[in-house]
């Protein structure tokens, strides 16, 4: 045939050279997709060769080469070669598989070691055998019983991405010759014995070649001297070189392989240890009667007149002294010499086989203890290992399993009850001794016992050439346990006892082996989980190497008891210094452990634990050893376990691991151990935390840092409590063994769903089976499948939460973020592969929108994308009892995705490419699908309610010293430091959290807030409830109350519990404290969003939540809402009347404002958004959970043109500068990666931010709109696009004008929650927002427009709202106030609330929304607001307070000067004898058209004044703008520095006036100017002058800073 290749092939190949050279299109972006096939089928002989031409090393695995049946011309290829079915045989790495399943394990020459330049060849031989041939060299038969008419097969996988036919021909003839004995070898009639090229009659026979083998060196000198690769050739050599030779034991290895090779699967023969036996009558076999009389030995059934052993049968004897002879028993069917090895199938009579003979499973295990023997399938090879692995202990018998060899062929014995009653021609391990015969021979075999083993442990052994035998555990060599074993020996392991599973394990891959050892720390260190004896309780003191604290220590830490406790003896004083090493490196697999014995109840943060590889005696000890970043590469410095993370030289390279050590208390343990294999791992309390560095060096010490509330810890000696590492070290506090109590398996609690033991190879568990993380994220994007414990019941939700992704991997084909299914596949018979859908068997899965059934797509465009999820997302998955597959995306079902599956199968998670790290949620069904966060980091995932809208109130019953604002959100203690106990108006329903936030402390007081749960009513209370309450919360006994005080929790007054958590007495201003009743009826109490653990048990159903506003506490406000109230439909934050400022309710403007908009497509938020946003309230509210970026959200819907897109800003931090940036985005977000904030965005993004508008990161418009910085809670920002393309920002409901142009179509509206803002809900068309038409509803009381003073009713003017300025951020008005400080005018002229000031700075009026004029009194007339000017409140007096008189008067304005400020304020009132230039002056006669002029400094008044002119009124110039009464020659400027920034500045004062309506005459400026003043107010209207006692009324007073 050609030697060419079909012109149909896979998608990435593309041929040349007429076909004979394949490549693979681009070979670093893509691994697979490689395949070609040979242009014609082969013919019988033909060895189809390629040569490798290119490699590149960005991929694992390499060429893949074999035979398939299916035509290329009408195939539809595969992505890789073993996804070829219907009769395909693959070779792949040393692997051969048939349709995608393995047929032989180790076969041939890797072909992934193979470089650029060598030839791999096929072949199909005459007589229906797959041979490879590699570099001309034929590596033996791969498989037989192939069909004629097959094409020969080339994937270029992964490294391999070009080669080149090189021939379709036989092999040359030198291997001819070789091949044709083969042949020959099958064309006899009489089916003569050949042993690799050597026919019987050539040799002399086989009992010849072993005679020759025991003679001297005559032959043997002429075999060639084996490779040292090959430690059991399979056949003999094709040359014999006189030069070469043999060793005794190398030629015996050789024979004796031969030999095996001819035992069948019915193999007849047996045979006893010692030289002989009793054989049995069974007969022969269809071979049975080949056989030669020559030699001394016999392969005849009938013989026995050798080796001392006589039987119809035969015997075998392979002992040197049983006569020289080697004898074999009659046998049929047939057997490779390379077939895997497997379990045979005849085994004990409870013993049931799986995966594909591989698991060996004993019934019945809690009511049978043995009949649990089972063997190879073959005899073993010498040197060659046989290992299994420990799948399935129980708790309930003594002893456990047993391992070893045995000559007794498994077709002709009648298993024993237990191995061990075996008297003859058998060797097991058991417990830590060998057993021969059943009889001990060695007591102590080695440091390990098989009873102490675990589930994931390895056991093997291993038949050495020289006839010795070895046992493995966990891949350590045991050494000798027989020194002279048969040269025919089966495998053997007995099910007992504990023992229920194993299963054979093929990849002897060593460092994998140390990864999961259990019993390594057990064997070398044996304080470690193993009792130890009596005398060793007590340690040797005197010991050189014993672990002591090194004597150079921190600059506060002291050490004590000859060294083995460190302490901070000032701890209350200092809270860190406290660092602390051993005296020596720690050894590997050495624990370390430290009990905290003190702490003291003042400081953050606790214990830090790690090792460091820096010497103590020239270590210049730092403050904390986080702060140490010595170490310039990751095998140096330092590694710390600081709260739940880990860091290398003071980098966090784990975020969330294992326990938090920050709740530590007082008693409690912490270690460290270095394994051998590098990997670090730290214990608390004895449990093991998982893996937390790898590659850590030898000879580092120990380090303990007594941080903050840690002041002192003793090193633990005895750690014989310590269990050991669980398998891979992964395992958390409830993954420890089966004997466990703790242990998932077999849990029937529907919460008992945890990731198994077993995984993918990058993949790693934590958090006690409930966290999975894909190590090396950044490097590695598969290999981290991981799959449930058990089975998933039906109508059962096992959904998980998605914790961390990376941008590693976006834009290529590793590009997607997670895969989710389930398999029928158990566990501990999957072999996991790179990836799920790898899996061709009893597997779905969803990948992004496809549903994919073992491996193939069989739907398209599923109901959700899974690549378009983020962090915090939850994806669930569900079978229903009618076999049908659902999947949950955030608690909504989407729909059946494929339906038929089998009864039992496992939830699968595929943490590949961008996704990272997920948790199983505390869900058990979709009823319940929100996220525990007492089991999952509670930090990442705090779940707060927002501030807007708020669902809880407090109940009217309180305690005699408490106010109630804000329609019962809010709780004011107004005086002592008792008496403050307050109660939700509800019932708490179970995990419902109450939530308040601390607003005001008085630190005069010692104590704090107090909060808890109780089972009294309030509205069982007396009508008077200071009479029925108690004065703190502590001393309330009229029924069952739980609270927590300080770090105490009391029930009832009487403590049960210390240390409980962060003390509440560290609360201050800004603080958030909650309580809840969970489901399991504990109490939580949470701290700033993190759950401090259960704090009660057994607390009543019927419970309301209470606090007691206690000591320094004085002011809380309630930040939590009950969205379990209306699950059917979350209502979304509405704005409250405290928001209302001024000019925003019930005004009247000069101009009419824009009429309301419509709202017509509900607007939601996407779902892909930054990863550190988390949606609730249907995806209505967004808030950022960390950090202070990557808060970047999209809505789900392009914006309509003339719709107003509006949300409300829920919560600020003022921990962090700048605040949010808002805009629109012209292309779809749907695949979107995010950058960390809205700035780095650059395509098709207008981005406004704080006053200035971006296009695509380049600014083209400043001082647009207010600057954004400064919008405090609860202002409504708006997006508006007309029908211009023009882009509008509104603010509390006012147009800010045009903010860009030339709008596309669609666009989405962008918000970036940076900084300060931390939640936003969208404003929907129920709700009330700010400047709409429901204004007036939001308002106390219904009057008439001419009842405003500044847009405020006149009610409210007087006693201002608490929240009428909500802008607490305002530098423009601090720097205001804080010029007025320097005036030192007595405070009981202002207003107590400084909440009651207004600033008219430009930022602060447009986030009001102002108008510039307003109408006011009656008759109505026009008044400016004071722009640029910053008002103070005045004190009104009282009787003006409750006076109607005042709501017709006009608004005016005065200006005057600094030194007139005291007297005015001392009268109340504008008098004469000031220094204002709008001072009072005499009234003069009358012009003609009764306006008189004033005079200038009218206080000097003239001599020679008579009476009569001194008695006239004064009378008072104001004007309705402050761009006439603030000029400088009314208003004179004086220059101030600012303490705060010590610049030097100018400052104006003047009043704002109430001004009663006939009591002034309107006239023209006085000061000649020609251009209008005000472009409202004409020249000739602008001066007001007033002459009546009481027609002023002093409203506030007016500061402008320059």
Not at 335 to 364: P, V, W, Y
Not at 831 to 857: C, H, K, R, V
Not at 1474 to 1486: A, H, L, M, R
Request: with cysteine.
């Amino acid at each position: 045939m050609a030697a060419e290749l079909h012109p149909c092939s896979g998608k990435l190949i593309g041929l040349s050279n007429s076909n004979r050279t394949a490549q693979r299109n681009q070979p670093v972006q893509e691994f697979n997709n490689g395949l070609v096939l040979s242009r014609e089928p082969l013919k019988d002989r033909d060895v189809f060769t390629v040569r490798i031409d290119k490699k590149v090393n960005s991929w694992s695995g390499s060429i893949e080469i074999g035979v398939t049946s299916l035509d290329p011309a009408g195939l539809d290829f595969p992505s890789s070669a073993t996804g070829l079915k219907g009769g395909s045989w693959i070779v792949s790495g040393c692997s051969v598989l048939r349709d995608g399943r393995s047929v032989l394990e180790e076969y041939g020459r890797d072909l992934d070691q193979l470089s650029e330049g060598d030839r791999v060849g096929i072949q199909r031989s005459a007589h229906g055998e797959l041979h490879l041939w590699v570099n001309g060299q034929d590596c033996g038969a791969a498989a037989s019983g192939l069909p004629t008419g097959l094409w020969a097969v080339v994937d270029l996988y992964g490294k391999c991405t070009q080669v080149t036919v090189m021939s379709c021909e036989p092999p040359s003839l030198a291997e001819r010759d070789t091949e044709r004995e083969t042949v020959e070898e099958h064309e006899q009639e009489d089916e003569e014995v050949v042993v690799c090229g050597v026919r019987e009659g050539e040799f002399g026979g086989l009992t010849s070649a072993v005679n020759l083998a025991a003679a001297t060196n005559g032959t043997l000198e002429e075999v060639p001297e084996l490779p040292p690769t090959h430690n059991r050739p399979d056949k003999f050599p094709n040359n014999l070189e006189p030069e070469t030779g043999l060793t005794e034991h190398q030629l015996f290895d050789v024979l004796n392989n031969a030999i095996v090779s001819l035992y069948r699967s019915e193999d007849n023969g047996g045979g006893d240890l010692g030289g002989g036996g009793t054989g049995t009558d069974s007969g022969t076999g269809s071979r049975g009667d080949r056989g030669s009389s020559s030699g001394g030995g016999s392969i005849n059934g009938n013989s026995s007149d050798s080796g001392g052993g006589t039987g119809n049968t035969g015997s075998v004897s392979n002992s040197p002294a049983g006569g020289g002879g080697a004898r074999l028993g009659a046998v049929t069917g047939g057997m490779l010499t390379n077939d895997a090895l497997l379990f045979h199938e005849k085994c004990g009579t409870l013993i049931k086989l799986s995966n594909n003979n591989k698991t060996a499973e004993r019934r019945r295990p809690l009511d049978e203890f043995n009949n649990g023997v089972v063997m190879t399938n073959r005899p073993l090879r010498h040197n060659e290992m046989f290992e299994i692995r420990i799948d399935k202990l129980v708790d309930k018998w003594s002893g456990s399993i047993e391992i070893g060899v045995t000559t007794h062929n498994p077709n002709n014995l009648d298993y024993p009850a237990t191995m061990t009653n075996l008297r003859s021609g058998t060797i097991m391990m058991s417990g830590c001794g060998i057993l021969t015969n059943g009889k001990g021979t060695r007591r102590e075999y080695c440091e390990f016992s098989l009873d102490e083993l675990q589930e994931g442990d390895h056991i093997g052994l291993m038949h050495k050439a020289s006839g010795a035998l070895h046992f493995y555990i966990n891949g350590i060599d045991q050494g000798v346990a027989a020194a002279q074993t048969p040269a025919v020996v089966y495998g053997v392991v007995d099910l007992y006892g504990m023992a229920v599973k194993v299963t054979i394990v093929h990849n002897h891959n060593h460092s994998d082996r140390l990864r999961r050892n259990n019993a390594i720390m057990r064997a070398l260190s044996p304080d470690v989980g193993r009792p130890r004896p009596a005398l060793d309780l007590t340690p040797d003191t005197d010991a050189p190497d014993r672990l002591l604290f090194h004597s150079n220590c921190g600059q506060k830490a002291a050490i004590i008891s000859e060294g083995r406790t460190a302490l901070r003896p000032h701890a209350t004083d200092d809270f860190n210094h406290g660092v602390v090493l051993s005296g020596r490196p720690l050894r590997s697999n050495e624990v370390f452990q430290v009990r905290i014995d003190k702490m003291v109840d003042k400081w953050a943060g606790s214990i830090e634990i790690g090792v460091t590889t820096h010497n103590p005696a020239y270590l210049q000890l730092p403050s904390t050893m986080t702060n140490l970043r010595s170490g310039n590469t990751n095998q140096s410095g330092t590694w710390m376990m600081t709260g739940n993370g880990v860091m290398h030289n003071g980098t966090t390279i784990l975020d969330e691991y294992g326990h938090n050590l920050d709740r530590l208390k007082a008693g409690d343990t912490v270690g460290v151990v270095r394994k051998e294999d590098g990997s670090l791992h730290f214990f608390v309390n004895g449990v093991a935390q998982g893996p937390a560095a790898w590659n850590v060096p030898p000879s580092v010490y120990a380090v303990v840092d007594l941080y903050g509330q840690a002041a002192q810890a003793t090193i633990m000696d005895d750690v014989a409590d310590l269990p050991p590492l669980p398998e891979d070290s992964l395992e958390g506090p409830t993954v420890m063994s089966p004997s466990s109590p703790c242990s998932v398996a077999g849990g029937n609690s529907a919460n008992d769903l945890r990731f198994h033991q077993l995984h993918g190879t990058n993949a790693v568990i934590t958090n006690g089976g409930r966290t999975a993380l894909r190590q090396n994220c950044r490097s590695e994007f598969n290999d981290a499948i991981v799959i449930s414990n058990r089975c998933l019941r039906d109508g059962e939700l096992f959904e998980i939460v998605i914790q961390k992704m990376v941008d590693r991997w976006s834009g290529s084909i590793e590009a997607g973020k997670i895969m989710a299914g389930v398999t029928a596949i158990r566990p501990e018979e999957l072999e996991f592969p790179n990836t799920m859908t790898d899996i061709d068997y009893d597997t779905w899965m969803l990948s992004g929108t496809a549903i994919m059934q073992d491996g193939n797509t069989m739907r398209n465009n599923y109901g959700c994308d899974l690549d378009t999820l983020t962090t915090g997302s939850r994806i669930g998955m569900m079978r229903s009892a009618t076999g049908d597959l659902h999947y949950y995306i955030n608690g909504v079902d989407q729909g059946v995705a494929c339906t038929g599956l089998p009864p039992e199968v496992y939830a699968v998670i595929d943490l590949y490419g961008q996704c990272v790290q997920v948790s199983i949620t505390s869900s058990s069904g979709p009823q319940d699908n929100s996220l525990c966060t007492s089991n999952i980091t509670e930090k990442s995932f705090s779940i707060h309610s927002p501030v807007a809208g708020v669902a809880h109130r407090l109940h009217s019953k309180h305690g005699k010293n408490v106010v109630l604002l804000g329609e019962g959100c809010q709780a004011v203690r107004v005086g002592g430091y008792a008496h403050g106990i307050v109660f939700s108006a509800k019932e708490l329903k179970t995990d419902e959290l109450f939530e308040v936030k601390i607003d005001e402390v008085d630190d005069q007081w010692s104590g704090s807030l107090h909060m808890g749960l109780t089972t009294l009513a309030p509205p069982e209370l007396p009508s008077c409830p200071m009479s029925g309450l108690s004065p703190s919360l502590t001393q309330l006994r009229c029924k069952v109350t739980w609270l927590l005080a300080g770090s105490e929790v009391r029930r009832n007054g009487l403590l049960q519990r210390q240390n409980y958590g962060a003390s509440l007495d560290r609360l201050t201003v800004g603080n958030r404290v909650g309580v809840k009743r969970c489901s399991d009826d504990t109490m939580h109490i949470l701290i700033d969003g993190e759950d401090m653990g259960p704090a009660a048990t057994a607390v009543a159903k019927n419970v309301y939540a209470v606090l007691d506003l206690y000591g320094r506490v004085t002011a809380v406000s309630i930040v939590s809402s009950s969205v379990l109230e209306d699950s059917g439909s979350v209502k979304a934050p509405s704005l409250s009347s405290d928001s209302c400022s001024e000019g925003e309710e019930d005004r009247t403007p000069v101009e009419g404002g824009e009429p309301a908009l419509v709202h017509n497509t509900v607007m939601a938020f996407l779902e892909n958004h930054g990863k550190n946003i988390q949606l609730s309230h249907q995806n209505l509210t967004a808030a950022r959970v960390s950090s202070y970026n990557q808060g970047l959200l999209v809505t789900a819907q392009p914006l309509p043109r003339q719709q107003l897109f509006q949300f409300q800003i829920d919560r600020l931090n003022a921990s962090w500068t700048s605040s949010l940036s808002l805009g629109v985005i012209g292309h779809s977000p749907d695949r979107l990666n995010f950058p960390s904030t809205a700035c780095c965005l650059k395509r098709s993004v207008w981005l406004l931010q704080r006053d200035s508008v971006f296009h695509n990161s380049l600014k083209i418009c400043e001082n647009y709109g207010p600057n954004l910085d400064t919008c405090p809670e609860g202002t409504v920002l708006g997006l508006l696009v007309d029908g211009n393309s023009c882009l509008h920002l509104y603010v509390n409901g006012m147009d800010q004008g045009v903010a860009a142009q030339d709008i596309p179509t669609p666009c989405y509206p962008l918000i970036d929650l940076y900084g300060q803002c931390e939640q936003v809900t969208i404003v929907t068309n129920t709700m009330s927002t700010v400047g709409g038409e429901s204004g007036e509803a939001r308002c106390q009381g219904d009057m008439e427009k001419a009842d405003m003073v500044d847009g405020i009713k006149e009610s409210v003017c007087w006693t201002p709202h608490p929240e009428v300025n909500p802008n607490k951020t305002c530098e423009y008005q601090a720097l205001c106030s804080r010029f007025k400080d320097l005036l030192t005018l007595p405070d009981g002229y202002f207003n107590e609330d400084a909440k009651y000031n207004l600033c008219y700075c430009e930022s602060c009026h447009k986030l009001r929304g102002d108008e510039s004029y307003y109408k006011r009194g009656e008759p109505p007339r026009d008044y400016a607001l004071p722009f640029g000017w910053c008002r103070f409140a005045l004190r009104i007096k009282p009787h003006c307070e409750v006076s109607n008189s005042f709501k017709k008067w006009h608004i005016a304005y005065h200006g005057t000067s600094v030194g007139a400020l005291r007297r005015t304020l001392d009268h109340a009132q504008l008098l004469s004898g000031t220094s204002s230039i709008f001072s009072v002056s005499p009234v003069k006669t009358e012009g003609p058209n009764g306006y008189s002029e004033p005079e200038v400094n009218s206080s000097n008044s003239l001599p020679g004044r008579d009476r009569e002119r001194d008695r006239e009124v004064p009378r008072v110039q104001l004007s309705p703008t402050m761009r006439y009464s603030g000029l400088e020659m009314f208003a004179p400027k004086v220059q101030f520095r600012d303490p705060r920034s010590h610049c030097c500045h100018q400052a104006q004062v003047g009043f704002q006036v109430c001004v009663r309506p006939g009591s002034y005459k309107v006239g023209p400026q006085t000061l000649g100017a020609s251009e209008p003043l005000d472009p409202r107010f004409s020249n000739t209207e602008i001066e007001w002058i007033t002459k009546d006692q009481g027609g002023t009324l002093l409203y506030g007073l007016l500061i402008r800073v320059e």
